[in-house]
Each structure stands twice: as structure tokens, then as C-alpha cells.
């Protein structure tokens, strides 16, 4: 006999607004770099490094299950969600968990290093003029092998999202629109923080992103 299913908000608005920021963005950096449009991309660029920093601090500050001590764990969480599909957050998994983290760290290397970079031609990052050549020329390597990466990781992504669709049955894209999940075991009640504070960080963050560029 198949189990009563009950929905229950699981993901608060910050977050959500967060994930699907970070979807256009990443999209458009990766679009404007194909196009040649680095005034565009060098923009888009500092929007990933503001809402990462804003995710990084979120995920220590901000509700439950946008923390990361809520969804991270180590092998022994990792095999019993294998194993057994057992997870101690009603969010993230823990394997979603560490590819959440991947990426994020990827795209805040991204970001640094696109700020030091150049093209070797006409455009270099808003701080290049303050490094040497020798370092903008390598943070441009780095810059450009971790896009592969960062493509890599987001067509797993992408290929997991529809292999617990297709096979396993779970739709993870409604939750991330919603907040809303279907859950068939008891879960015990989440702690939300207030979008107000979510505002507020990112202000925060924002600001200094403003304040570093202009001051250096």
C-alpha cells in the first residue's frame, strides 16, 4: 500500500529567488562570452560574485535548510541515502548537497578570477590594472579552464534533475518555484529566517562589491 503524501514548505523565497538569479546569470555568462560581449559578461560576472557571496552567507545565517550544516554530510550520509534514500535535511540530499557546494565554489573562483583577467587583446577585468601580467595571465587560464568545468558540473546537474523525474519519480524543479515539496515521512518543523534579513545581506554585499571596484 502506497504511503499518504502531505506537502510542506521546504525552501524560503531568498533561496529560491537565489537559485533561479544564479540560473539567468550563469546563463548569460556563458552566452556573452560565446558572443565576444565581455562588457556584458564582465557585468553578469559581478551579479554570480554578489549572489554567491550572498548564498555563502545565507547558508550559515539563513534558514534551515538553506544551511549548510543542515544538508552537508560526510560518507557515512552520503551511503545511507545511496543505500537506503534516507536524508537528514528536507531539502538538499547529500550528494545534491556537495554538487550545490561544487559549484559555488567553482563560480566564486570564476568570479575572483574574472576580475583579474584579460583577453590579451583590448579588455582585461576591473582589477587587472592592479596584479601583474603574469598574474592576470594566469587567472585567465584558470578563468577559462574552470568554464569547462563549471559546463561539466551543470550538465550533471541538469542530468540528475531529470533522472529522479523520469526514473525515480521526484520532480526537484517545483519545490525551487514553490518552496513546496510532497514528502511521505514526518518531518520535523523548519526554521525559516526572514526575507528581510536575506535583504539586508545582500545589500550588505552588494555594497562592498561597489565600494572594493571603485575604491581600487
Given at each position: 500500500?502506497s504511503?499518504?503524501?502531505?506537502?510542506?514548505?521546504?525552501?524560503?523565497?531568498?533561496?529560491?529567488?537565489?537559485h533561479?538569479?544564479?540560473?539567468?546569470?550563469?546563463?548569460?555568462?556563458?552566452?556573452?562570452a560565446?558572443l565576444g560581449?565581455?562588457?556584458?559578461?564582465?557585468?553578469a560576472?559581478?551579479?554570480?560574485?554578489a549572489?554567491?557571496?550572498?548564498?555563502?552567507?545565507?547558508?550559515v545565517h539563513?534558514?534551515?535548510?538553506?544551511?549548510f550544516?543542515?544538508f552537508?554530510g560526510?560518507f557515512?550520509?552520503?551511503?545511507?541515502y545511496?543505500?537506503h534514500?534516507e536524508s537528514?535535511?528536507?531539502?538538499?540530499?547529500?550528494?545534491?548537497?556537495?554538487?550545490a557546494?561544487?559549484?559555488?565554489?567553482?563560480?566564486?573562483?570564476q568570479?575572483i578570477?574574472?576580475?583579474i583577467?584579460?583577453?590579451g587583446i583590448?579588455?582585461?577585468?576591473?582589477?587587472?590594472?592592479?596584479?601583474?601580467?603574469?598574474?592576470?595571465d594566469?587567472a585567465?587560464?584558470?578563468?577559462?579552464?574552470?568554464?569547462?568545468?563549471?559546463?561539466t558540473?551543470?550538465v550533471?546537474h541538469v542530468?540528475?534533475?531529470?533522472?529522479?523525474?523520469f526514473?525515480?519519480?521526484e520532480n526537484?524543479?517545483?519545490?525551487m518555484?514553490?518552496?513546496?515539496k510532497?514528502?511521505?515521512?514526518?518531518?520535523?518543523?523548519?526554521?525559516?529566517?526572514?526575507?528581510?534579513?536575506a535583504?539586508k545581506?545582500?545589500?550588505v554585499?552588494?555594497?562592498?562589491?561597489?565600494?572594493?571596484?571603485?575604491?581600487?
Amino acid at each position: 500500500m502506497s504511503q499518504a503524501k502531505h506537502l510542506i514548505r521546504i525552501w524560503d523565497l531568498p533561496t529560491r529567488l537565489f537559485h533561479w538569479g544564479l540560473v539567468l546569470l550563469v546563463g548569460l555568462v556563458f552566452l556573452s562570452a560565446s558572443l565576444g560581449a565581455l562588457d556584458i559578461h564582465e557585468i553578469a560576472g559581478e551579479g554570480v560574485l554578489a549572489l554567491v557571496l550572498f548564498r555563502l552567507a545565507w547558508g550559515v545565517h539563513g534558514s534551515q535548510t538553506a544551511r549548510f550544516s543542515d544538508f552537508l554530510g560526510g560518507f557515512a550520509a552520503i551511503q545511507k541515502y545511496l543505500v537506503h534514500r534516507e536524508s537528514k535535511s528536507a531539502g538538499h540530499n547529500p550528494l545534491g548537497g556537495w554538487m550545490a557546494v561544487a559549484m559555488l565554489a567553482i563560480l566564486l573562483v570564476q568570479a575572483i578570477t574574472g576580475l583579474i583577467a584579460n583577453d590579451g587583446i583590448f579588455f582585461q577585468g576591473p582589477l587587472a590594472h592592479r596584479t601583474s601580467g603574469i598574474i592576470s595571465d594566469a587567472a585567465t587560464a584558470v578563468h577559462h579552464q574552470l568554464a569547462n568545468l563549471l559546463a561539466t558540473l551543470i550538465v550533471i546537474h541538469v542530468t540528475a534533475i531529470l533522472l529522479y523525474f523520469f526514473v525515480g519519480k521526484e520532480n526537484l524543479l517545483m519545490p525551487m518555484l514553490s518552496g513546496k515539496k510532497l514528502v511521505t515521512t514526518s518531518v520535523n518543523s523548519i526554521h525559516f529566517s526572514s526575507s528581510i534579513s536575506a535583504a539586508k545581506i545582500l545589500c550588505v554585499v552588494i555594497l562592498a562589491i561597489v565600494i572594493l571596484l571603485a575604491v581600487l
